[in-house]
């Protein structure tokens, strides 16, 4: 860190979204977003979990356990060795309408499993036990800033531990009637895989720091619109810079009247 500068490495990246299904595809249509079609998200079930957990786990469980195993695959690092970041701006959403119907019934009996998978720690910790990991793991929420503040404090982590930090945000929609009070447009998972060290095939280095400049739009406007829909879209600023190997910093969301600008420099 220099200068109230944060800066690490990008060893491994993540993607599931409308019309992006992993990265590799994902940064070809982001490099040429004239190429990107929207579509319904597909959730792959995670492989990772038996399946008694596999069919208990909700989609913002599944989201997030696959853009994390991308991620990890690409670093080429163990999962069970990497400290986590999961950020969200909501929970898994159709357990918390589940829990809501329940709580207005006459007899109020929830479902242990259900109050075990309500909590917003859910998604790290069915990652942690499915990699039999006993890394440091952290869960935040900041609404519609989710991303960035996950950035901010994964790149944190990493740069005080001196260790890879895996971040990993995601999100769901909820189904009706919350939808309509917290619309979100799909499920979206992005993970990045940060470091110290650049390992042996660094993808780029990234400077972040905070600001006070007006968030970057994605010119595209389908992108655009998927950006304003999903907080954890909020990220594909960032990711169209990684996916052109741009330097030219870009301004991501943060709390109100604070914003992070975030360089890309290409390895």
Known sequence: MSGGVL????????????????WATGRELLADPARWVSAPTMVPAPSRLPPAER??????????????????????????????????????????????????TPQRAVSPTRFTNSVHNAPAGYWHIATASRAP??????????????LLEAASQCLADQRPVLLVASDAPYPQPLQAVRPLADAMGVALLLDTVPG????????????????????????????????????????????????????????DGLSLTVGVEPA
């Open 7 to 22: 800066s690490c490495w990008v060893r491994g990246v993540g993607l599931l979204g409308p019309g992006l299904p992993d």
């Open 55 to 104: 069919r208990r786990a909700g989609t913002i469980v599944k989201v997030g356990i696959a853009v994390a195993d991308q991620a990890c695959a690409q670093a080429g690092l163990d999962p069970q060795d990497v400290a986590t970041v999961f950020s969200a701006s909501t929970g898994d959403g159709p357990n918390c309408h589940a829990l809501c119907e329940t709580l207005a």
């Open 137 to 150: 793991s952290t869960s935040l929420c900041a609404h519609d800033a989710s991303f960035g503040a996950g």
């Open 200 to 255: 042996d095939a660094p993808l780029l280095r990234l400077h972040i720091g905070l600001g006070d400049a007006a968030p970057e739009s994605c010119a595209h406007a389908g992108l655009e619109s998927l950006r304003l829909g999903i907080p954890a879209a909020r990220a594909l600023p960032l990711l169209q810079r990684m996916a052109r190997g741009a330097v030219r910093p870009c301004v991501l969301e943060y709390l």
